[in-house]
């Protein structure tokens, strides 16, 4: 697939080569075989292939230190990888050149009960991290849906979250330090170990979120809590999304902070009906709202009051799971969103737009109109407490792709009116490019380009993404 980004040449790449050999020998794994690069040249975007010229997997801080800085110098293009999961082309080596896979580096180093700290390399998957941290009793709440296969650099690159944020925050909430590879080389530590710290400027916050433009993440520092004991669900069903959307407003007005608050409409519900779950037979959008606590019957006693707002709102009924198996059998109702829409059409593009909380049903409408003017379906479920919506535009074949492209355009435009943002989880990468000067504005694009430039001259690391050099 053309990238319309000119590749490197391949003098550079030979050169590069010969120095990577010289420097590191063996000690570095190097790929350029077809099917490794044919394998690091997709994510979950569907762009692509594009294919790198070398994937490389360093073990440590000065493998990555060393592959940056030969690649500047031979003015090859570089892009971190992770488990390539992303959903907006970030990983992709659109230019060529190298690919900089950090999943050999996948060591916990270090899980800190006493501090509540977590020390991680790039590679180490969430799940891991997760299962790890559980077993000693405490909790790393972001939680985004791809958390089996995800790594904590792409995380961080990306500045994931998930159901959970509503409560507890997104991925940058979480980190406390980086260790960082600049785009020249030069190895940083930003923010600090402790869980307070405000000495400097907060390059933390300006380093998650990035998208691989402005270094690498080689170790990673994160805070924990202590794991909620108790932790209870319930799916409420509505007539209509302005019911389901007017009663997380009673909810959250009536002092009740849940832990996830997941909104279905009408076209995900017909596509996970029979999946081991009822709906009332008039419900056209359903809640899954989730609360935690320290003990049982109060967790249980709000979520009945949770209902009891719900019920006043207009929902149709309430289902409390009762256990463990009960509890799973809803979020997996959830987890089959993705999959039911699917095979509803065929193809989908899924989107992460946010609006305002009191927007969402202005916004799923006006979607769904966009969509019938287009000939397309459209579906929408996401976190229904922070405004983050999976909008989904359902296809059957490649020959929809023009009618897709310009109801995508409409829904962008659409999100900025609200007062909202083209992505809330998934990131701009290459996917988005094209609208990211829509939201930022000329004075933002502007300040947001110098300062990759002061990094990065050159725009050696990822380019093609975010935005152009010029
Ligand atoms: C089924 C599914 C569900 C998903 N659900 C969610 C969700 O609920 N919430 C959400 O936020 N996202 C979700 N995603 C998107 C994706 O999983 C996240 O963006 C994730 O953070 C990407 O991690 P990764 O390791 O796969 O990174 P990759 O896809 O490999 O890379 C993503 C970006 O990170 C950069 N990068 C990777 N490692 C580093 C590093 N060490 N240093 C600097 N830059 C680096 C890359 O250059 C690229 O720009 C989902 C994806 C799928 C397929």
Known sequence: VSSGFARVDAARVRALREQLDRELGAALVVKDDGVTLEAYGRDESGLGPFLADLVVFPSDTAQVQAVIRACQRHAVPVVPVGARTGKSGGSLPVCGGVALALEKMNRILQVDPDDLVAVVQPGVVLGALVAEVESKGLFYPPDPNSWETCTLGGNVAEN????????????RDYVLALEWVLPSGEVVRAGHRTAKGVAGYDLVGLFVGSEGTLGVATEITLRLLPKPRAVRVALVSFRTVADATGAVGRVLSGGFLPRALELLDDVVLRAVAGKGVSFHPESRAVLLIELDGTRDDAVLEDLLEVAARC??????????????????ALWRVRRLVSPGLRALCGGKLSEDVVVPRSRISEAVERFKAIGARHGLVIATYGHAGDGNLHTNVLFSGPEDNPRVQLALDEIMGVTLLLGGTITGEHGVGLAKKKYLPGELGPSRLALERAIRVTLDPEFRLNPGKLFEQS
Request: hydrophobic share 35%.
């Open 311 to 328: 019920e006043e709102a207009g929902a149709l009924d309430t289902q409390v799971a009762q256990d463990e198996a009960q509890r799973e």
């Open 160 to 171: 994931a979250g998930g159901p959970r944020a509503l409560k507890y925050g997104v991925t």
